[in-house]
């Protein structure tokens, strides 16, 4: 029993590393959005979609190892595991509360990032109407004439 809360421990722990890993690389995804250095922006998704692989696989053999735990004792959720009775219940607790906190951090930056990204979208967006706009009008003076040309000539 406490070789698998252990390992569920072992398990939230290496979660945890990747998490701060990723909110390790949000302020500069931030930076490369608002310089709009699209190779660093590349560079940093590739780093953090790695990172979410690895939390994925995580999340797979942790869900496994909970399912384990739950066929041997009556429990739906970790909280309700007896600390007295499995003491490190409290620092699997502990370190599911800690996840909890870097993913609110993680999705308060990633909002941030959403509106910059947004604001620069609506930019390139205004930029891209406005070439638009003066690719029109120089059509307009240098279009071909296929037919003659009257030149009126006052003297």
Request: proline letters at 1%; a negative charge; glycine letters at 2%.
């Amino acid at each position: 029993m406490n070789d698998i809360i252990y390992e569920m421990i072992a398990l939230t722990k290496k979660k945890l590393e990747s998490l701060n890993i990723i909110l390790s690389l949000k302020p500069r995804q931030k930076e490369a959005i608002q310089q709009e250095n699209m190779e660093d922006m590349e560079s940093i998704l590739v780093n953090i979609q790695s990172q979410i692989g690895k939390i994925d696989e995580i999340d797979s053999l942790y869900k496994l190892k909970f399912n384990e735990l739950k066929a041997i004792i009556d429990v739906e959720t970790i909280s309700q595991l007896d600390s007295m009775k499995y003491p490190n219940a409290k620092i699997l607790i502990d370190r599911l509360n800690e996840i909890k906190s870097v993913l609110a951090s993680l999705k308060s930056l990633d909002d941030e990032n959403n509106i910059i990204m947004n604001e620069k979208f609506e930019e390139t967006k205004e930029r891209l109407k406005n070439l638009r706009q003066g690719q029109k009008m120089a059509k307009g003076y240098f279009s071909d004439y296929n037919g003659t040309m009257f030149i009126d000539e006052r003297n």
